[in-house]
C-alpha cells in the first residue's frame, strides 16, 4: 500500500514537502508518479521517477517548482513543492506504476495553499 | 500536454450497456498502446480499471472492457450495476508525459 503525508495549509509562495511511504511491494522495482486532483476536478498527473531515479518527467504546471526524489533504502517517494500557488490546492496522490498504468494509488493528502 | 477529451456525462439502466470515448492525439492515444481507465468514487482514490488499452488487472470484473481506434479509446460497461456509479478517467503514455482525460461521470438510472 501507499500513504501519503506531509498536507496541510501553506501560504503563497511558501513551501511544503510530502511523502509516501510504500509497503507492501518490492519499491526499489517500481517507477512511481505523484497525481493531484483540484477540489471538483479532474486528475492531473504531475511527475514521475523511474525505479533508480535515473529518469524523471514533471508536467508543464509544475516544472521548475516542484522536484520529485525517492529513497528506496526506506521505502519512500518525496515531492518537494516550491513557490506554490492558489491554483496548486488539490489533493495529492502517489501512485506506482510506468506507462500511465497506476495500478496502486494512496488515499491522497490535502494541500491548501491560501493566505 | 492538453488532457484528452471525455464526454461530462454517461447513463444506462441496470443491466444496459454504456460506452465512453476518450480522444486525443497523435502523440499521446493514437502513437502508444497505453490507455488505461480509472474509475474514482466520492471521496476515493482511484482504481485502475484497464491498462494497455484493453487489459483488465486481477479482481476487475470481465463487465469492463478497452478498446482504441485511431487517436480514440473506449471503455465499456455491459450490465450496469449501481456500483459502477462512479467517475471514470481515461489516460495515455505519451513520452516525457503521461495525461489524464477530462472525466466522466457514469449514472446508473
Known amino acids: 500500500q501507499l500513504v501519503e503525508s506531509g498536507g496541510g495549509l501553506v501560504q503563497p509562495g511558501g513551501s511544503l514537502r510530502l511523502s509516501c511511504a510504500a509497503s507492501g511491494f518490492t519499491f526499489s522495482t517500481y517507477s512511481m508518479n505523484w497525481v493531484r486532483q483540484a477540489p471538483g476536478e479532474g486528475l492531473e498527473w504531475l511527475s514521475y521517477?523511474?525505479?533508480?531515479?535515473?529518469?524523471?518527467y514533471y508536467a508543464d504546471s509544475v516544472k521548475g517548482r516542484f522536484t520529485i526524489s525517492r529513497d528506496n533504502a526506506k521505502n519512500s517517494l518525496y515531492l518537494q513543492m516550491n513557490s506554490l500557488r492558489d491554483e496548486d490546492t488539490a489533493v495529492y496522490y502517489c501512485?506506482?506504476?510506468?506507462?500511465?498504468?497506476?495500478?496502486?494509488w494512496g488515499q491522497g493528502t490535502m494541500v491548501t495553499v491560501s493566505s | 500536454q492538453s488532457a484528452l477529451t471525455q464526454p461530462p456525462s454517461a447513463s444506462g439502466s441496470p443491466g444496459q450497456s454504456v460506452t465512453i470515448s476518450c480522444t486525443g492525439t497523435s502523440s499521446d492515444v493514437g502513437g502508444y498502446n497505453y490507455v488505461s481507465w480509472y474509475q474514482q468514487h466520492p471521496g476515493k482514490a482511484p482504481k485502475l480499471m484497464i491498462y494497455?488499452?484493453?487489459k483488465r488487472p486481477s479482481g476487475v470484473p470481465d463487465r469492463f472492457s478497452g478498446s482504441k481506434s485511431g487517436n480514440t479509446a473506449s471503455l465499456t460497461v455491459s450490465g450496469l450495476q449501481a456500483e459502477d456509479e462512479a467517475d471514470y478517467y481515461c489516460s495515455s503514455y505519451a513520452g516525457s508525459n503521461r495525461v489524464f482525460g477530462t472525466g466522466t461521470k457514469v449514472t446508473v438510472l
Open positions: 521517477i523511474s525505479s533508480s531515479s535515473s529518469t524523471i
Open positions: 494497455e488499452v484493453s
Open positions: 501512485a506506482r506504476g510506468p506507462f500511465a498504468a497506476f495500478d496502486i
